[in-house]
């Protein structure tokens, strides 16, 4: 498969992420966000484990535990409080930092090299978002800041460190499923005492909250991390992080096309930019001094 057709394929776990918000309002109990996020993932990485029949080795014990903390049971947390105490828009913008934050520490765990125009396309994506969701109306809650923050610092961590240790590991032969599924399962069972504890029982669900938590367990957690894991093991976590930009468009655009939401012209410049930011963040190397190259000739003809 080429390195195109994993970045495409790669793309759809976040713009299938975006349709978790509409699927979560719609469809789910309200006020159960640990238990649904249990729910979410321990059912599914069962699931994907014994299809996969593989457990982990005993060198990738602690690195599973902390990546399905990082990934799944510390993001998944403080995104809940994040969005219950920021407006959906504020959430997502502070949410917006990690692709910039992947490309530091891909540099400081990877020796990853920070090109000026993945600074650009990082600030630009996150301007983006800005445009697309904040209102005037937004406030700004202290702790729903540091949570939003939080949440991107352990989901950027997350990522470089699943491509760091899938690298380091090649001789395990650790296929995308199998990595995903204890992931998932690992993140399940870290998340599953605090949802026991911190939050009362669920209701009886109803038929719609079952399709909702089946398609946000098969689809929105397995399908998605089967996704992205599988473009981290090939591709470069700078140029997978920016992706992540798709999700808050694709809930936008949802909300417009389902639920009948407006959009303003703002939002519609804000999209156009996280899509150039997107572009610009698969731009190579070579590609980016040729563009530069090109430019000085033309204006030495001129």
């Given at each position: 498969m080429s390195n195109r057709l994993i970045l495409i394929t790669t793309a759809l776990a976040p713009i299938i992420w975006g349709s978790?918000?509409?699927?979560?309002?719609?469809?789910?109990?309200?006020?159960?966000?640990?238990?649904?996020?249990?729910?979410?993932?321990?059912?599914?990485?069962?699931?994907?484990?014994?299809?996969?029949r593989q457990l982990p080795s005993v060198n990738?014990?602690?690195?599973?535990?902390?990546?399905?903390?990082?990934?799944?049971?510390?993001?998944?947390?403080?995104?809940?409080?994040s969005a219950y105490r920021l407006p959906g828009g504020v959430a997502a913008t502070v949410g917006a930092i990690q692709p910039l934050l992947v490309l530091f520490l891909a540099r400081g765990f990877l020796g990853s090299p920070i090109h000026a125009y993945s600074i650009v396309a990082a600030i630009s994506g996150i301007f983006g978002v800005a445009l697309l969701?904040?209102?005037?109306?937004?406030?700004?809650?202290?702790?729903?800041?540091?949570?939003?923050?939080?949440g991107a610092v352990s989901m950027a961590f997350g990522t470089v460190l699943s491509k760091k240790w899938l690298s380091e590991n090649k001789q395990d032969s650790v296929s995308p499923l199998t990595f995903t599924a204890w992931q998932l399962v690992a993140g399940g069972i870290l998340l599953l005492p605090a949802a026991v504890i911190l939050e009362p029982a669920l209701p009886n669900l109803s038929s719609e909250n079952i399709v909702g938590l089946i398609y946000l367990g098969l689809v929105g957690a397995g399908l998605t991390y089967l996704l992205w894991f599988r473009g981290l093991a090939k591709l470069s976590p700078n140029a997978i992080a920016p992706l992540g930009f798709l999700s808050p468009a694709t809930a936008v655009f949802l909300g417009w096309f389902v639920l009948g939401q407006n959009l303003s012209v703002l939002q519609f410049?804000?999209?156009?930019?996280?899509?150039?930011?997107?572009?610009?963040?698969?731009?190579?190397?070579?590609?980016t001094q040729q563009t530069h190259l090109n430019i000085n000739q033309t204006l030495k003809l001129n």
């Open positions: 978790s918000y509409l699927v979560t309002t719609e469809y789910l109990p309200q006020g159960y966000p640990l238990t649904l996020a249990v729910l979410r993932a321990l059912p599914v990485g069962l699931l994907l484990l014994i299809l996969c990738w014990w602690f690195k599973i535990a902390v990546l399905g903390a990082l990934n799944f049971s510390i993001f998944w947390w403080l995104l809940f409080v969701l904040l209102t005037a109306e937004s406030a700004l809650d202290p702790i729903g800041l540091l949570a939003g923050v939080g410049v804000g999209a156009t930019i996280i899509f150039f930011s997107i572009w610009l963040s698969q731009r190579k190397p070579q590609q």
